[in-house]
């Protein structure tokens, strides 16, 4: 047996077995662009798999080396990489720039920073593993634009025709002088391996006389700068004084440029897979730096806490009652895990976990309630209470006692939320009942939330909650 196919018999063992078998089958079958970046949420919708499970087994592939993770810092405008990185700890604090947009972006975890994987060489050797070998087109398709962007298969070659004046390759220390006629378009010379721009702005009456221009690319990260220019007969020449084979292109800013970036595929951003708990679970520790702060504009949290557990202990005795917290938690973990979200920490008979989503810590929620009254027909006893809050907002994932954990004023509100149930109820804010996929629910459930005012300890103001009785 080969060592690919050991570790896929070791993968079988962690992983769905119809994910694997789908991943052998890229692995042995796919194009070399398509083992690159994989964007695992366009892999789950086209073999018709589920989301949670093939990011489980990527993420469990990936634990065994079969597959190289990466954390893809991108441009909001073009979909740009605008750096890649092996782990989070190296993500920095400043702004991120792309010279093509010519825009500095905070790099959020919320959407500008994707998860994707790339074969390991160990498995298959693929073109992306020596970028430098990379053909023009082949280079901006899988190193410069992230799995987000939705190139189809059939327009592009159109599209590139009508956004592209010139392109070349440009070898180190090398140069190269290019005679184009500028159309009155507003022009972009990009180059992705520098990543470093020169704008073009050609207006005004044509003119029979030849323009110069001169374009030096080396490592210095220069400002984009914009030159006036009129239509007609350009000289351009271009300068590679960075060390490593170049790629320029020269570029028409124009309707069709906008249509071939501005197809968008979902792509799996480092906060969903922050929130998953097969990460949690695999990579534990190794994915924050000790004095990290990452912010986090949208998150929503869920704290539960078994009501009365010392009294259980007494009434029961410790070991029935042991036996009871623990099936407690285990029908909880296993319900968050289903509905897309992770367990943070547990904390005595309490649990803190995250979803991306509201409608998913909602949905958690009322499983939750359901599975403690279950848990109490089967005993005939009433004896599992557990209280239920949710909240939503922004947050800084940081790293706590040596796990991820979070903090922000968000969490201490959720945790609050949840102290004012005492009966199987579950509270939950504005932020939670305001997004639409939870009225939804609440609709469908036909559930009657009761409004009222609550004064939170450690909160100034009285917050409105809403009971979910």
């Known amino acids: 047996m080969s060592e690919t196919q050991a570790l896929f018999s070791v993968l079988k063992q962690t992983a769905d077995s119809s994910v694997v078998d789908a991943i052998k089958d890229l692995v042995e079958n796919g194009e070399d662009r398509a083992l690159n970046r994989i964007n695992v949420l366009d892999f789950s919708r086209r073999t018709g798999l589920d989301e949670e499970k093939v990011i489980s087994g990527f993420l469990h592939a990936s634990r065994l080396g079969m597959f190289d993770l990466s954390w893809n810092v991108l441009c909001p405008g073009c979909g740009g990489v605008l750096d890649a990185h092996s782990t989070l700890k190296s993500l920095r604090h400043d702004d991120y720039n792309c010279a093509l947009c010519a825009a500095g972006y905070e790099a959020s975890v919320d959407d500008l920073v994707e998860v994707a994987f790339t074969v390991s060489p160990r498995i298959r050797r693929i073109g992306a593993h020596d970028p430098n070998s990379l053909p023009f087109w082949e280079y901006y398709r899988q190193m410069f634009w992230s799995s987000g962007i939705d190139l189809n298969e059939e327009t592009m070659p159109q599209l590139t025709d009508e956004v592209t004046l010139e392109s070349m390759e440009l070898p180190a220390g090398e140069k190269a002088v290019l005679s184009l006629q500028l159309p009155k378009q507003f022009i972009i010379v990009f180059e992705p391996v ?126 029935a009652a042991f036996d009871l917290v623990r099936a407690h938690f285990h029908a909880l973990l296993e319900i968050i895990a289903a509905e897309k979200g992770a367990v943070v920490k547990t904390i005595g008979d309490a649990v803190m976990a995250t979803f991306v989503h509201p409608e998913h810590a909602l949905q958690a929620s009322l499983r939750m309630r359901r599975a403690m009254r279950e848990l109490n027909r089967k005993r005939g006893t009433e004896d599992l209470v557990v209280k239920i809050g949710l909240h939503e907002g922004p947050c800084l994932a940081v790293m706590l006692n040596e796990r991820q954990d979070y903090f922000g004023q968000t969490v201490n509100i959720a945790a609050r939320v949840q102290s004012l149930s005492t009966n199987q109820e579950i509270h939950i804010t504005e932020s939670v009942i305001g997004a639409p996929e939870v009225g939804t629910i609440i609709a469908r459930e036909a559930i009657n939330p009761i409004r009222k005012e609550a004064a939170l300890r450690g909160i100034a103001d009285k917050m409105v909650v809403y009971e979910i009785p």
């Open 194 to 319: 520098t990543h470093s721009a020169h704008f073009i702005d050609v207006q005004g009456e044509p003119t029979k006389e030849r323009q110069q221009l001169s374009i030096v690319f080396n490592k210095v990260q220069a400002p984009t700068g914009t030159t006036l220019m009129r239509p007609g007969p350009l000289r351009l020449t271009l300068d590679n004084q960075s060390g490593v084979r170049v790629l320029p292109g020269v570029w028409i800013a124009g309707d069709a440029m906008h249509e071939l970036l501005g197809k968008r595929k979902p792509i799996l951003t480092a906060k969903r897979i922050l929130s998953n708990q097969t990460f949690r679970d695999l990579y534990k520790a190794d994915n924050l730096d000790i004095d990290q702060r990452l912010k986090i504009t949208s998150l929503t949290f869920l704290f539960t806490d078994l009501k009365g557990s010392t009294a259980l202990y007494e009434r029961v005795g410790d070991l």
